[in-house]
């Protein structure tokens, strides 16, 4: 796992690169899941495809940019899933973004996931490895990642991150939404999932909610390179992550780009999104 590891911090900081200097306009292409390819997501996605098959243990990755899986190693055992660069379109506007991994055995399910590491590039570029606890580390003027702590989620938070478009919401879960506010939580949603559910793990806990809607009833974020990484992060870090009734880690997908609700919290704010959705 070490060497996968290192391959994603190379990687972090040729991207850190990229999205300082490059040029961050759209591209031709079409992602697979009709999204118009910044220039970043298409040279992110290649970064990491190049630093990846330097690893001989990835058998086989598959791309929140690309449709199929991309074979790299017939003796390797580990399939990874990412987002190269999550929240792309905030970066022409300056907020922070980053990438989003998943590390498989055997499968691509939730009970099949073995470590997750996701990348924060803000005002500071900072790592966060997830294998049977959680470790945030920080970019350095040398170029190197130095441990910085611990990640632990208090019992119950003060944040409150909804995505998804307000006027699609279900009645229930506006009530939820406005019941949270009512009780002294605050709003912190940049738009960028990322950067907003990093914010929840630093602060110690809250609520970051993507629902079903009447335009996405199968919520938009993807299990594969999105939520299965995120909810092993925050299951990790003394937290929980549920579809609205379910564990999210024991939902299985029938195609790579499949999505889901989801919700990720503290135990107190998770408790509150059962009994809204039971």
């Known amino acids: 796992m070490h060497e996968i590891y290192e391959a994603i911090k190379r990687s972090a900081i040729r991207i850190k690169e990229a999205i300082e200097f490059d040029d961050t306009g759209y591209s031709e292409n079409i992602n697979s899941t009709g999204d118009t390819q910044l220039k970043l997501d298409i040279k992110s ?5 190049e630093e990846f098959t330097k690893v001989a243990s990835i058998k086989e990755i598959v791309s929140e940019e690309k449709e199929d899986k991309t074979p790299l190693h017939v003796n390797g055992i580990y399939g990874i899933g990412y987002d190269p660069l999550d929240g792309s379109s905030l970066i022409d506007v300056n907020l922070s973004v980053g990438s989003i991994f998943g590390i498989y055995e055997g ?3 939730g009970k099949h996931l073995k470590a997750a590491v996701y990348v924060v590039y803000g005002p500071r570029v900072e790592l966060v490895i997830a294998e049977d606890d959680v470790k ?3 970019l350095n003027k040398s170029g190197e990642f130095v ?3 611990e990640i632990k989620l208090k019992e119950k938070g003060k944040l409150n991150a909804p995505g998804s478009t307000q006027m699609c919401w279900e009645p229930k879960h506006k009530a939820l939404i406005d019941a949270i506010f009512a009780d002294g939580y605050r709003l912190r949603y940049s738009g960028g999932m990322v950067p907003d559910l990093h ?3 630093l602060k ?3 609520l970051f909610s993507y629902p079903a809607t009447s335009d996405v009833p199968k919520g938009k974020l993807r299990m594969i390179f999105e939520v299965f990484p995120f909810a092993y992060v925050y299951e990790k870090a003394g937290g929980e992550a549920i579809d609205g009734k379910r564990r999210v880690l024991d939902l299985a997908p029938s195609h790579p780009h499949d999505t889901t609700p989801c919700f990720f919290g503290s135990h107190a704010e998770i408790e ?3 009994k809204c959705y039971e």
Request: a positive charge; hydrophobic letters at 40%; glycine letters at 18%.
């Open 136 to 138: 945030m580390y920080r």
């Open 272 to 274: 509150r999104v059962r």
């Open 107 to 109: 499968g691509y399910d």
């Open 45 to 49: 996605d290649l970064i990491i495809e």
């Open 204 to 206: 110690g806990g809250g």
């Open 147 to 149: 441990f910085i702590k």
């Open 199 to 201: 914010q929840i793990l």
